[in-house]
C-alpha cells in the first residue's frame, strides 16, 4: 500500500515541535479525487488506534463514530464522545483522537474548495459548518456512508455527481444539527482566524499586500496573525502569501498561454528576474521549466518549499 496514503493524520501520539498541517496523503498534498471516504478501521487499527494532534488546510472533514469509544481533542482540550456521534472538523481545526480498540465509524473527507455551495465563504451553510462540533447520529448516516464507500469504488461517468450528491447530505444533515446546537458548540478561534486569513490572501493575490494590511483587516495585530500562522501552518504570515502566490503562479502557467512576465506581474511580482528567482528557490524549478513539465501531464503542481 502507498505510505502515502496512511497520512491523514500524525503516525503516533508524540506531540511534534509545531501542529502537522496535512493533506489526506501526505502533507501539503492536495486530495486526488472529489473526496475520500473510509472506515476508521482501516487506518486507525494500523496506528495502535491514536491520530495525534494535527489539521488540514484546504480539508474538511465530517466523522461518523457509531459503535466502540472514542475521545477526541480539539485546540487542546479533551473531551470524551457519546456515541453515536458525527463530528463536523473544518480545515485548519486542530485535532486528534484516541479509539478503543475495534471502534467503528467512517471518515469522510472532502477538498473545501471543491464545494463551495456549502463550505464557501458567503454558503448558506457556512455558519454552520465554519465550526467545530459534536453532534448526536441519527441511524439513517450509515447508508449515506455506505453509499459513499460503494460509489467511491466505481468507475463510470456518474462517480463524481453520485459522490457529490451523498457527501451533500451528509453536509446538510451535519449542518442542520449544529444549527440546532449552536450555543454549545466549541468555537476553534484560531482555526476560524486562519480560514479568513487564507480567504484574504486568495483574494487580494496580486496586490501586493502586507501582512499587517491583512491582520488589520481581520482585527488582529500582525504579531498575532504571524503567532496563529506559524501554530497552524508552520510558517510565518509572510511566507504563507508567498506559498499562495506560487501555488496560483503554477496554476498559471499549467492552464493559460500568458508568458511568465505576466504570470509574475499577475501576482504582484513587478521585476520577472526576481518572479523567476523567488519561483526557482522555492520550487526547485524556474517557471518555464515547471510549464513544460505539467504541459500535457496530470502531475499535481509541486508543494512550494
Request: with cysteine; aromatic share 8%; proline share 7%.
Amino acid at each position: 500500500m502507498d505510505d502515502r496514503r496512511n497520512r491523514w493524520y500524525y503516525p503516533n501520539m508524540t506531540q511534534p515541535a509545531a501542529i502537522p498541517a496535512f493533506g489526506l496523503y501526505g502533507e501539503g498534498q492536495s486530495l486526488p479525487d472529489v473526496l475520500h471516504c473510509e472506515r476508521i478501521r482501516e487506518r486507525a487499527r494500523l496506528h495502535d488506534w491514536q491520530i495525534a494532534p494535527h489539521s488540514h488546510p484546504n480539508l474538511h472533514q465530517t466523522v461518523l463514530i457509531r459503535r466502540g469509544d472514542a475521545r477526541i481533542t480539539v485546540d487542546g482540550r479533551t473531551r470524551e464522545l457519546a456515541l453515536p456521534v458525527l463530528l463536523n472538523i473544518p480545515p485548519w481545526v486542530v485535532h486528534g483522537f484516541r479509539f478503543a480498540a475495534r471502534t467503528e465509524g467512517y471518515v469522510l473527507t472532502l477538498p473545501a474548495d471543491a464545494f463551495p455551495e456549502l463550505l464557501g465563504e458567503h454558503a448558506l451553510l457556512a455558519q454552520a459548518l465554519s465550526t467545530w462540533g459534536a453532534v448526536a447520529a441519527d441511524a439513517d448516516l450509515d447508508p449515506l456512508f455506505e453509499a459513499l464507500l460503494d460509489e467511491q469504488a466505481r468507475d463510470d461517468p456518474a462517480r463524481a455527481p453520485m459522490l457529490r450528491a451523498l457527501a451533500t447530505q451528509v453536509l446538510c444533515r451535519a449542518a442542520r444539527s449544529l444549527f440546532a446546537t449552536a450555543p454549545g458548540a466549541v468555537p476553534a478561534r484560531y482555526a476560524g482566524y486562519m480560514q479568513a486569513f487564507d480567504a484574504l490572501v486568495q483574494r487580494h493575490l496580486g496586490e501586493n499586500r502586507r501582512v499587517s494590511d491583512h491582520a488589520a483587516e481581520l482585527g488582529l495585530t500582525a504579531t498575532h496573525l504571524n503567532r496563529i500562522c506559524r501554530a497552524l501552518a508552520g510558517m510565518s504570515a509572510g511566507r504563507y502569501i508567498e506559498a499562495r502566490r506560487l501555488h496560483e503562479a503554477q496554476r498559471l502557467l499549467a492552464y493559460t498561454r500568458q508568458p511568465v512576465a505576466e504570470v509574475g506581474y499577475a501576482l504582484g511580482y513587478d521585476d520577472p528576474a526576481y518572479f523567476s528567482r523567488v519561483f526557482r528557490r522555492q520550487m526547485g524549478e524556474t517557471p518555464s521549466a515547471c510549464r513544460l513539465r505539467l504541459a500535457g501531464s496530470d502531475l499535481p503542481p509541486l508543494t512550494p518549499r
